[in-house]
Structure formats: structure tokens, C-alpha cells
């Protein structure tokens, strides 16, 4: 058989695999494998995308779909995973992972969730309880434009914006070709005290920049769109990030706390005991304003105070501190970090209260 059959075999043989589902761009280039997404190490887009697309065919109850798109018309990809057919009360947790770019250890954590609650095996009985209980939505990367520019090289891995820019702004970059004048803080432009603390807007060279305005960004819109669309059945919103080690509540504006705190930091601080006894992890429970930083525009903000998600959570992961290798942890520790907070979301989601 000659190379050229082959190739066309080959050819062949994916379009059947995948076509199932949606035909997806499966080689980034011509040594590339749809098939070598690895749990344990740090992935590209294209190969979680290819990823999220071969999880869906495992079973009738998982889903690929997109909430929206990007500036640079990227897909924002969401994950469902329904199931029951019975929808009379059951409740969904929405998950958000790389609202900003270099945080790398986000989307490989949303990844592996993603694959633990997808395993049809038994072996973990507390998830076959979630299961049971929960639908969920994981949206792994929410930053894919940021995301894919953390890739290209040393010189932008840590990236932390979103890559849109305004007339105004690319006046600003070509004025003085600072490259960090490009951008949105995608978490830092929903509508909750927008442009408060920690969310400045006078300056887009600031890595935090808020936008042009309250939901001047692709991202946020299309994740607010969908939280609204699905508000009366979400019971959780949780947003990971990295770093510090940290399992907050809102308020991240204000040293206020909300007025359902002391339930909020029930579940947190069951869900970080846990983790400390199976891992030997510590986490703190607070509000983001204290645990984190002063910081508004946030999404959890957001979904607490205009949809009224019950249980709202932003968790800092790994590590505990600042070093210069905060957001470039080796991929050991990434997986071992995905671990724990799979123990955490179990323990979380089997404490609520409905």
C-alpha cells in the first residue's frame, strides 16, 4: 500500500471517528494526534478541544457546545454532562477555568474533572452520587484567545488579558508599542461595582484593565448570557484560578460579606478539610476582598448579586505563595493540584443545600 493510500485510510478512519459528533480541526500539524491529550501534562487548545469533542461520544448524556465567541473568533467551549432524563429538581454547577491566560493549572484541573465525571466506571462511589444529584456545565477554558497566545513562547506565557482591543487602545500600543495595552481582564468586566477597586479603566496598559466598559468583552458576555439563560437551575457557579491556595465568597468589592456567608463558608470549609485530609492541603476560606485582594467586575460577584446563584465560589489554587514560578508549575503538581480540588467539588457539591 502506498504512503498516499495510507494517509488516505488514515484520513478516512478519523472523519468516521469524529464526524459523529461535529467535524473539528484535529491536526494542528502534520505530527499531531487527536488521540495524545494527556491528563498529567499541560495541553494546547486545539488538543482540548479535540478532547472535549472525543468525551462527548462516550455517552448520549455529554455534550459539546458553545456559549459564544472570541475577539479573534475563537468558540468558547462548554461541556454538559446531563444525567437524568428527570428534570423536575435537579440542579446544575456551572465551572469556569482560564478566565486568565498564564494560569495554566486551570484549564488541565477543569480537564480532569471533566474526565472523572465523565468515567463510567464505579470505582468512586461519591461521584456516582453527584451523578445522581447534579447535572454540571465545565466551560475549561474561558480565555481561549489569551490562552492560545500563552503558547507562542517565553516572551508571552505569562499573559494574562484576553487579546481585543479598541480603536483608542490600539492608538495607545502603537503610541508606545507596550504590548500590555492590548487586552481585557475578562474578570474584571462584569456588571458588580465595575471599575471598583482592583479594576482600574483609565489605563489599558494595566493588566487588570476592566474594558471600555461593563460587558465590553465577548467572554463575559456570553458567560453572562448563559448563567442568565440557566440561572433557575444552577445551584453553584465556581470560577478556578491560581494562586494562594484560597477557597473565597463573594464580596471581592467590599470587606462587607454576603448576607448567606455563614452557609458559604459551611460548605467551603468542609470541602477544604477534606482536601487537607486526603491530600495534606491547606486552604483558607474567606471573601475574595480579604483572602485574595481588593477586586471587582468579578463573575462570581456578578452571578451572586444579579442571578442569585446560591453557592458562588472563586478558588485560587496552587501555590501557597508568590515566587516566580507561581504560574508555571511543573506538570506534576499541576495533576496533583487537579486531584485535590476534585475532592473538594465532591465534598461541596454532597454538602449543599437544596
Known sequence: MTHRRIVTLIGV?????VGCNKFIKVFEDDNDSPFSYDYKFYQPFHKIANELYR????SRRHSVFSIGK???????YAFKIDNTADKDDRKTIVIDCGAHAREWIAPSTCMYLLKKLTDNSKK???????????????IPVLNPDGYVHTWKGNATRLWRKNRSFTKDQ??????????LCIGVDVNRN????????????NNPCFEMFAGAHAFS????QALAKYLNSTRDDVISYVSLHNFGQVWTTPWGFTKKEPAVYDELKRVASLATKSMKKMFGVNYTVGTSHDEIYPNSGSSTDWAYSKLSIKYPYLIEMRPKTASNQSFLLPDAVMYR???????GIKTMALNFKH
Open 217 to 220: 468583552e465577548k467572554e463575559s
Open 124 to 138: 468512586d462511589k461519591r461521584i456516582g452520587k453527584l451523578r445522581k444529584r447534579y447535572d454540571f456545565v465545565i
Open 13 to 17: 478512519m478519523l472523519l468516521i471517528q
Open 55 to 58: 468525551l462527548s461520544d462516550t
Open 170 to 179: 490600539m492608538k495607545i500600543f502603537l503610541k508606545t508599542k507596550n504590548p
Open 70 to 76: 472570541t475577539f479573534e473568533k475563537r468558540k468558547l
Open 337 to 343: 493540584n487537579a486531584q485535590e480540588i476534585l475532592e
Open 190 to 201: 462584569f456588571d458588580k461595582a465595575w471599575g471598583g477597586p482592583g479594576a482600574p479603566v
